[in-house]
C-alpha cells in the first residue's frame, strides 16, 4: 500500500511561485511514475508533471514554468510552480503510476488558487 500526502498548497498572487511537496510511504521511485494531475471546477482532471528517474514530461500549459522533481533521501515529489497565472487554479493531486500493473495511488489534493 502506497500512502501520498500533499503539501504546499495556498492562495498567490499572478507571477507568484508556490512549491508543492508530496510524501511518500517509502521508496518507491524505482516501481513508479510520479505524476501531479490538477483539476480545476467543472474541468476534467489533467495531468501536469511526470517524472522517472531521468525523465520528465510537461503539459503544454505549464512547460517553462513549472519542474518536477524528487529528493530520494526524504521519499518526496516536489512541483515548483513559478510565473503562476489564474488559470492554474486548482486542486493538485500527487499520483503514482505503478509501471508493472497499471495500478494508481492518489494523495488527498491540494488547493492552488491564483488571484489578485
Known amino acids: 500500500q502506497v500512502q501520498l500526502v500533499e503539501s504546499g498548497g495556498g492562495l498567490v498572487q499572478p507571477g507568484g511561485s508556490l512549491r508543492l511537496s508530496c510524501a511518500t510511504s517509502?521508496?518507491?521511485?524505482?516501481?513508479?511514475?510520479m505524476n501531479w494531475y490538477r483539476q480545476a471546477p467543472g474541468k476534467e482532471r489533467e495531468l501536469v508533471a511526470t517524472i522517472r528517474g531521468v525523465y520528465t514530461n510537461y503539459a503544454d500549459s505549464v512547460k517553462g514554468r513549472f519542474i518536477i522533481s524528487t529528493d530520494n533521501a526524504k521519499n518526496t515529489v516536489y512541483l515548483q510552480m513559478d510565473n503562476l497565472k489564474p488559470e492554474d487554479t486548482a486542486v493538485y493531486y500527487c499520483n503514482a503510476h505503478s509501471a508493472r500493473t497499471g495500478y494508481d495511488y492518489w494523495g488527498q489534493g491540494t488547493q492552488v488558487t491564483v488571484s489578485s
Open positions: 517509502g521508496t518507491i521511485f524505482s516501481q513508479y511514475y
